[in-house]
């Protein structure tokens, strides 16, 4: 998600259920996942996605992080599982409802509805991740992401795998936040090897998220220009249409959010992971510690910004790099630098 974490799902996995109805589904194992789990006399969680979680690997992360939470915290937790905007609105409401510790909302489709919500229910603490409200309030706890720092180490890996000396970004939009994943790309690509040049495109239009179409277009033009190595961040756009013309045109693609490599082997080389556990977990604690209403910012320092190819498990990841164990211990050395201060990476949608 890219920033839209925005991704869609296919299919519910077994957590709570609500569109409305409050209905309850079933967990993987067959057992009834109603009460969240968890049972202890702790505080209450309750997560709400902006699609089913499915195999939607970045939300599949935000549950499991409220899952953590809830047992290192001895409380309960739900999940609850939105699929357009009139559920979200009814799931947050609901979920306000039940008037649990913290509400957890992952995406920017939740920005509104939570400064509603917060604003008439000042006593309800909020943990927004990958977004806030236009507005700070007391009761709303912000985490975001410093995505551009990982799409600068992506870049990197690109730059030095390059043949053509021509690295390419697909854009959902052409604005500020969004050129967080193809300004970087091409510093990062630049700093490895200087004379790399960088040629981004945008989808744009009245879908830009969901139109693999006009991605596929337009990374067919890129490998028309020379372009061997693709970052891709348009949501399901991107993951189709970008990876699909990877294949046809034999170039490669980098994924963002989640392992996008088992959904197209041989093409995609790695990830630009955004650890929605790891910030759900830690945003949750500092609530429930009383460090409330701030802005809390995870980047590579923080683990929750990285690659898959920078996990433990990058050898059963699938994922191109993997065969390249040379660049991947170049690129550690450039994270170690950014998270030491030696290197700064600047963040597009502030310059």
């Known amino acids: 998600?890219?920033?839209?974490?925005?991704?869609a799902g296919l299919v519910a996995v077994g957590v709570v259920l609500l569109s409305g109805c409050n209905a309850a589904a079933k967990s993987p194992s067959g057992g009834d996942n109603g009460d969240g789990g968890g049972g202890g006399d702790g505080p209450s969680l309750v997560l709400i996605t902006p699609n089913p979680v499915g195999v939607n690997d970045f939300l599949r992360l935000a549950v499991t992080g409220v899952e953590d939470a809830a047992e290192a915290h001895e409380g309960s937790q739900k999940?609850?599982?939105?699929?357009?905007p009139a559920s979200i609105q009814q799931n947050v409401a609901a979920a306000v409802r039940d008037e649990p510790d913290v509400i957890v909302a992952v995406g920017f489709n939740f920005a509104d509805v939570l400064a509603?919500?917060?604003?008439?229910?000042?006593?309800?603490?909020?943990?927004?991740?990958?977004?806030?409200?236009?507005?700070?309030y007391p009761n709303v706890t912000c985490a975001v992401f410093r995505e551009y720092e990982g799409v600068?180490?992506?870049?990197?890996?690109?730059?030095?795998?390059?043949?053509?000396?021509?690295?390419?970004?697909?854009?959902?939009?052409?604005?500020?936040?969004?050129?967080?994943?193809?300004?970087?790309?091409?510093?990062?690509a630049q700093k490895v090897e200087p004379g790399t040049s960088?040629?981004?495109?945008?989808?744009?239009?009245?879908?830009?998220?969901?139109?693999?179409?006009?991605?596929?277009?337009?990374?067919?033009?890129?490998?028309g220009q020379g372009v061997d190595y693709v970052m891709g961040?348009?949501?399901?756009?991107?993951?189709?249409?970008?990876?699909?013309?990877a294949k046809e045109h034999g170039i490669f693609?980098?994924?963002?959010?989640?392992?996008?490599?088992?959904?197209?082997?041989?093409?995609?080389?790695?990830?630009?992971?955004?650890?929605?556990?790891?910030v759900i977990t830690d945003g949750v604690s500092a609530i429930l510690d009383g460090k409330r209403g701030e802005t809390?910012?995870?980047?590579?320092?923080?683990?929750?910004?990285?690659?898959?190819?920078?996990?433990?498990?990058?050898?059963?990841?699938?994922?191109?790099?993997?065969?390249?164990?040379?660049?991947?211990?170049?690129?550690?050395?450039?994270?170690?630098?950014?998270?030491?201060?030696?290197?700064?990476?600047?963040?597009?949608?502030?310059?």
């Not at 088992?262 to 929605?276: E, F, H, L, Y």
Request: glycine content about 8%; aromatic content about 6%.
């Open 1 to 7: 998600m890219a920033p839209r974490s925005r991704l």
């Open 79 to 84: 999940v609850y599982q939105s699929t357009d």
């Open 116 to 136: 509603q919500q917060a604003e008439q229910h000042p006593d309800q603490q909020f943990l927004f991740v990958d977004s806030c409200t236009a507005k700070p």
């Open 152 to 188: 600068y180490l992506a870049g990197a890996e690109a730059g030095l795998l390059s043949k053509s000396g021509k690295v390419g970004a697909v854009v959902a939009l052409d604005t500020p936040q969004f050129r967080r994943y193809s300004v970087p790309f091409g510093q990062g």
């Open 198 to 223: 960088l040629s981004p495109l945008y989808i744009g239009g009245a879908n830009p998220f969901n139109d693999p179409g006009r991605a596929k277009e337009l990374a067919a033009t890129l490998a």
């Open 233 to 245: 961040a348009a949501s399901a756009s991107g993951n189709l249409g970008v990876f699909e013309a």
């Open 253 to 278: 693609a980098f994924g963002v959010d989640a392992n996008q490599c088992p959904a197209s082997p041989g093409q995609v080389v790695d990830n630009v992971i955004k650890r929605t556990d790891v």
């Open 296 to 351: 809390r910012s995870y980047g590579v320092e923080e683990e929750g910004i990285s690659l898959t190819g920078l996990q433990p498990d990058v050898e059963s990841s699938k994922c191109l790099i993997a065969d390249h164990p040379d660049v991947l211990e170049q690129v550690s050395k450039l994270r170690d630098d950014i998270t030491a201060g030696t290197i700064k990476v600047d963040d597009p949608a502030q310059s």
